[in-house]
């Protein structure tokens, strides 16, 4: 099912494809997992170019990306007929921070949205087409897909089923928009949980091949997404006073109103963090300690001044002592990044540089679905 021709695509989409263009600006892919929904999606691409129209394609699959890496919701300006849809460029991306929706909901539904407003203004293109996850059984799947549906307001919405799964979201969305249900093509093949793992490790090995190490100031930075950058961190000094009282280094330290962070070398005891608490005043708060080795092998996202994701990066190291994060990363030498996004996915780091395999063929983590 590749290639660039009508030959080997199922004959309801030769037939679907052109109405499914004329009905709207905003179509919107829905289907499972291994439902033929980015190979059509590659075949619309053509069709429209064919048409004469520009095109945009949202990729919100974060588990087996295709224009991105995987844990982004990345979006590319197709400017030729492309065989497959990883033909595209990124020219964008919004970091979602984890290869599967499940508990990552907010970042996928809003980052979807982000990349399609980015797309109308950037170059306004006459067809927008949006690739979505294979993640639609259950609660999760469904809550997903339909505020994901909510919030774009889609003119066309094409819906993948093989057993008419999908019916309850189709019967609300043939009333708002132009509804479709193409069923899934015989040729469509299922991957294993290894060959969707592969796909993944080539993506990343892709994405870092040209990655060298960045140094950045902390003081200079901003941090969200994470447990890290949610307080006001203490002056050095104030640190060197607190391990001093412990009798135990502490690394960082910062509290707000609603909790604590403190990263230490040697775990402390009850006794010695409720001391902490009363010295930091939160004493109604939680305070939460770490390792300065839990930040090894975080998937982050570097982010600009103006808030625009620029590259995504590795952490090698964050030294404390010395106030800098090293980071592993494909962005450009020179680039000002003003903030670092945390994500949840991490890499096994061997002398430093992450073992992309060993990421890859991890079992899904508990309560994470195999439908990435």
Not at 6 to 12: I, K, L
Not at 279 to 308: K, M, N, T, W
Request: with cysteine; proline share 5%; glycine share 8%.
């Amino acid at each position: 099912m590749s290639g660039v021709t009508e030959a080997g695509f199922p004959q309801e989409w030769q037939q679907k494809a052109a109405e499914i263009i004329e009905s709207g600006r905003l179509i919107v892919l829905v289907g499972g997992v291994d439902s033929g929904k980015t190979t059509f999606a590659s075949y619309l691409v053509n069709r429209i170019m064919e048409a004469g129209l520009s095109c945009a394609v949202v990729d919100a699959d974060v588990g087996q990306a295709s224009i991105g890496p995987p844990a982004v919701i990345s979006l590319g300006f197709p400017e030729s007929p492309v065989e497959r849809l990883s033909d595209i460029p990124m020219d964008s991306f919004y970091f979602a921070g984890a290869i599967s929706p499940q508990n990552h909901l907010l970042p996928c539904v809003v980052g979807t949205k982000k990349m399609v407003e980015l797309a109308r203004k950037k170059k306004n293109p006459d067809r927008i087409v949006v690739d979505t996850t294979g993640l639609v059984r259950g609660r999760v799947g469904r809550t997903l897909k339909a505020y994901k549906l909510d919030l774009l307001e889609p003119d066309v919405v094409v819906f993948f089923q093989r057993r008419k799964e999908l019916e309850d979201l189709a019967r609300i969305w043939e009333r708002r928009a132009k509804a479709f249900r193409l069923r899934v093509a015989a040729e469509v093949q299922r991957k294993t949980f290894e060959e969707r793992a592969r796909n993944r490790e080539e993506k990343w090995r892709l994405y870092f091949a040209e990655s060298t190490r960045h140094e950045l100031p902390l003081k200079e930075l901003a941090f969200s997404r994470g447990i890290l950058g949610a307080g006001q961190p203490l002056e050095r000094e104030e640190r060197e006073k607190l391990s001093s009282s412990l009798g135990k280094k502490v690394l960082w330290a910062e509290s707000s109103s609603e909790q604590g962070i403190l990263v230490v070398e040697e775990r402390l005891s009850e006794d010695e963090l409720l001391w902490v608490k009363a010295c930091l005043g939160l004493e109604q708060a939680d305070l939460h300690q770490l390792s300065p080795l839990y930040f090894r092998g975080l998937l982050v996202a570097l982010i600009s001044e103006g808030g625009e994701a620029r590259a995504l990066g590795i952490v090698q190291e964050l030294d404390f002592e010395g106030e800098k994060i090293s980071i592993l990363s494909p962005l450009p030498a020179g680039e000002k990044i003003a903030e670092i996004q945390f994500g949840s996915y991490r890499f096994p780091l061997i002398n430093g540089q992450p073992a992309f395999q060993r990421a890859a063929f991890r079992p899904p983590e508990h309560g994470q679905p195999s439908e990435d």
